[in-house]
């Protein structure tokens, strides 16, 4: 195996509930490379990700992380979860949020140190958050609030990151600044972007992946034509003359 | 006014409130905050089938209600986590089969169960000194296992399944979670009873959370806030000659709403002027 390679899915089908979603995924990505997945709502890309970090065991098929079980590699992943998903008002502020990715490292019946606190610190500057660390999740913009999350993620240094629909809640001015921090991270780790933003993926990653059940695409962005996204979509998209990129125009989003 | 507590009964239900406020408290944050108010509902009536079995073996009902709480917790739990049976419907089930279960083991007991009321709907004035040392063996318990896995409870409640990714292992602290829930119950069976539990559970800690975003203080508070309605519902029921149990739910109520008709006329007031 290539000491280099991140991730390696070969002949995976899982099922999400009782629904096929993932059908014979072959997917191999080295150290240092950003990826993004797309493709249409429920085609898979949550599952995949899901896959990855051993939260939901492939029918059929191998994976490995690191070289390694996805539940024993999940110690180096950092994971930052399609963001709906919590209690805005669940009483906690930033730091407790932040803090529990530096979980691994302590493990049951230990407390945070004052390092684990001075390294939530340290990560919240860098995702632009230095003063938020006593303040109420909810209290936070969306934008913020998912820097949080990605700085949740990023204070276990991982060496994979893994992230579910990071952009949906970030205001459009905001993306690029957040695209901009994740090309700073590529040099030490791995990066799995999942989304249904065709465009916006298309311009920052290194590859990109068209996953519909099955994997249609996985390569250059450069390298992707229109009708490749089409049989993604299972659907005509609309290549805007003016842009160099696909970008598909959709009215279900 | 206040000659009453000097007498020994008065002394115990002042305790138990204490000790069931405690227990409420700490235990009633993780409900109100992990929004398993219905789990715990489950739980307490579930609870009922142990007090029946207490009766029929002619051993102590709370003994009996702490066995049934803690196995119907363990059951809702791994029910919930290992088979696809919605957990709501798990513990609908559960709620009624320990009901019908504590009905129907009372019904086979020799003679008459004189003092089934006081399980339902609690009576703090009859709690003996060996039920005050039980719950204060119960408030113990809670206290050290939550200040042993505070920040992994922390984890569970808000974000389960980042839990799973940290190496968290969520499903037996979930299931330790819920076992606290049922003591918690058992202890405040005898202050309000089982089918008042629930109140206790929630209403100190929904109230702490409007004046704080730590789990922490908001612990602290509410067992203050819950001490300070089973003190004044206790006092007031001997003043007016009401069911204590039903009194301190009400005096609860009371404040729960009181609270939030005036926050409500306050920020209208503001945003007026």
New interface residues.
Partial sequence: MNSREVVKLEDVWAYYDSTLVLKGVNLSLTAGRFLGIIGPNGGGKTTLLKVILGLIKPSRGQVRVLGQTPERSRKFAGYVAQHNLFDRAFPINVEEVVLMGRYRSRGLLRRYSREDRSEVSRVLERVGLPDFKDRQIGSLSGGEQQRVFIARALVSEPAILLLDEPTASIALDMQVEFYELLEKLKAQMAIILVSHDVSAVSVHVDEVACLNHRLFYHGSPDGLSAEELARTYDSPVHVIAHSDLPHRESKDQ | MFEVFQYQFMQNALLAGLLAAIACGIVG?YVV?K?IVFISGGIAHASFGGVGLGYFLGMSPVLGATFFALASALGMGLVSRRT?LPEDTTIGILWALGMALGVIFIGLAPGYAPDLFSYLFGNILTVPTSDLVFMLVLDIIIIATVW??Y??F??I???E?????????TEILYLVMLSLIALTVVVLIRVVGIILVIALLTIPAALA?QF????KK?MLLAAGIGALFTFGGLWLSFVLDLASGATIILVSATAFLAYFGLSRLWRRKQSRS
Avoid: I, N
């Fill in positions: 944050v905050a929004r696809s042993l896995f920040k992994e922390l984890v409640s808000f974000d399944e980042y839990g799973r990714v940290a190496g968290v292992p959370r704080t975003h730590s789990l908001m």
